[in-house]
């Protein structure tokens, strides 16, 4: 009765949610940025010496030299410069740099028209919908050698010049050959009270010192683009050589784009990590690692090499920095990894869809699990789709799902699978707010033991209250209902923001809540904090688990190409089960350098 009672309140607040998502997002017509992804990179653009070619050279949020006012917060000149589109709108559009509005709140692809949020790919004539590659678009009413267009003297890459406030996260290359080459090194000392988050002895308690070189290398015609990736880490822990670890990492990806819409890419990936999850995701995680350059995320915010994430109105909007050092309970086990991905992305007239299907390959140092799950090797099948339009002037619709199957070697897990499908809507920016609800449903089934599956939902809500500063508060609900008859060795999908890992076969409803902040005090100093809750209700049994996480970050760019960075994160799991209860503490002091 208590949970038909509860399932009715939540089910009747998702609908209201729902419908004041819809109220709110039609009768707002105000500047925003643009989400989904609607932005068209330029075809056949090179890199230039300092940026990205996806974003021009216009700096996000600096002016490139005292004259050319390209920023997001320079004012338009009386007359109106020319912008992306080469056209000016009644009002004097600016393009990249010049707000028109009374809030500067002009989105970075877009025409200030009359009605202010026509993207890239339209004309700022009324109704207008013409794609970036007709006659309208930055390829024929305005050149790319021009003083007003994208590959004006305002870029970052040209003559920008030394007090023009160009931003640390954009970074030079070593040329050689026609590649671009990107190193780094990262060195760090680390400690923990309880390492692996155990909840039972014998508790690691280690002070750490670790180094990570790094180096990307890039080649690109416009059309080709190759990008290989090598990364070493290794920690070395004086009081317990145990757990010193050794990992590396290296990727190859080859990306196609004939056309400035539709993009193809392949990607192989070798990876080798020393410590463990005891569980493992039923959906493998995505390859990703930190860009060279500025990278255009497929939601049409940009990945900074700091690890920031900035909307296409220069807001900063996230930060990508890894928040748990372990989740769930971690072990001594080394592993190999082999990966191979497929994707391709059409970018609409009004909206994006990404297809991708990857193989990996998992060999374990060491037997993997207890008892008739344990296993050695298992080899996974991925499919993901990520898609999203636009419903009007404001809201947009999108939808992203996984499959993915798995088979172990000789186990009574030996075939099974997950899939995770959610579907929801959001909206651009109205005033200093942005938000999004999805609705889902997740599920899995391991041969010879059952199925499990449930709904999935949540929401965000974002609050800009000025340029400098980001508020994001988010909530999951997941619900697991199981007849799977053996433990499983596989995770539910969780968001990442939580320490703890629930198998397939457990009966759960798991509600996860987080809060985000981030605050650019000085163009050097930026801080990152997040906060989050987890509460784990076992339907049908009494146990009760409740998990906080509290992670801060503070970085000081104290040269143009040297980060320094202080985190310190705390961790705690509190159960009614017995052995399950855990805390953690965890400080790490770093230094990246970017050669």
Known sequence: MHWAQSDLIRSHALR???????????????????????????????????CDAGLGGTSLYGNASPTANASPAANASAAGNVGLGGITSPAGNAGLG??????????LYSNNSLYGNVPLYGTPDLGGNIPLYSNSSLYNNSTLSSNSSLGSYASLGSSASPGGNVPSSCRSAIPIEGWLLYPSIRVYSTYSDNLFLSPTAPIIKALGLGAS???????????????????????????????????????????????????????????????????????????????????????????????????????IVGQVNPVLANSGIALVNPYDQYTGTAT?????????????????????????????????????????????????????????????????????????????????????????????????????????????????????????????????????????????????????TLPADTPIQVPLSSSTRITNTSLKTQYTISPQWTATGTFGYTRTEYIDSPQRDNAWLADVVLSYDIWRNMTLTWEYQYTSIISNAANTSASRNLVTMSANYRF
Request: net charge negative.
């Open 16 to 50: 209201i949610a729902f419908s004041a998502l819809f109220f709110i997002g039609w009768i707002s017509a105000c500047f925003a940025q643009s989400e989904p992804p609607l932005t068209v990179p330029r075809a056949g653009a090179l890199p230039g010496p300092g």
């Open 98 to 107: 010049g707000n028109t509005s009374p809030d500067g709140n002009v989105p």
């Open 344 to 492: 391709v992305s059409k970018i609409f007239n009004n909206g994006i869809l990404t297809l991708g299907s990857s193989l990996a390959s998992t060999d374990y140092q060491s037997t993997q699990g207890m008892g008739p799950t344990s296993f050695t090797s298992f080899t996974t099948k991925t499919f993901k789709e990520d898609g999203a339009f636009w419903l009007g002037p404001v809201l947009y619709a999108y939808s992203d799902g996984a499959f993915s199957t798995r088979t172990e070697n000789a186990n009574l897990d030996a075939n099974s699978n997950a899939y995770r499908v959610v579907g929801g809507i959001g909206t651009r920016q109205f005033g200093e707010f942005r938000g999004s609800l999805y609705f889902g449903y997740q599920g899995s089934e391991v041969q010879g033991s059952g199925t499990a599956g449930g709904e999935v939902y949540g929401g965000k809500i974002s609050y800009y209250p000025t340029p400098a500063w980001t508020i994001t508060a988010a909530i999951d609900e997941t619900i697991n209902i199981s007849s799977q008859t053996a433990v499983s060795t596989q995770a539910l």
């Open 213 to 315: 070189p790094s180096l990307t290398a890039q080649w690109t015609n416009g059309i080709h683009t190759t990008t290989i990736y090598a990364n070493f880490n290794s920690e070395i822990y004086p009081t317990d050589n145990t757990i010193n670890t050794f990992n590396r990492e290296a990727t190859v990806t080859q990306k196609y784009a004939p056309l400035p819409d539709l993009t193809f890419t392949v990607l192989g990936d070798y990876t080798h990590q020393t410590i463990s999850s005891s569980l493992t995701n039923s959906i493998p995680n995505a390859i990703s690692t930190l860009p060279s350059t500025p990278t255009r995320l497929s939601n049409g915010n940009v990945e900074l090499p700091n690890g920031q994430i900035v909307s296409p109105s220069g807001q």
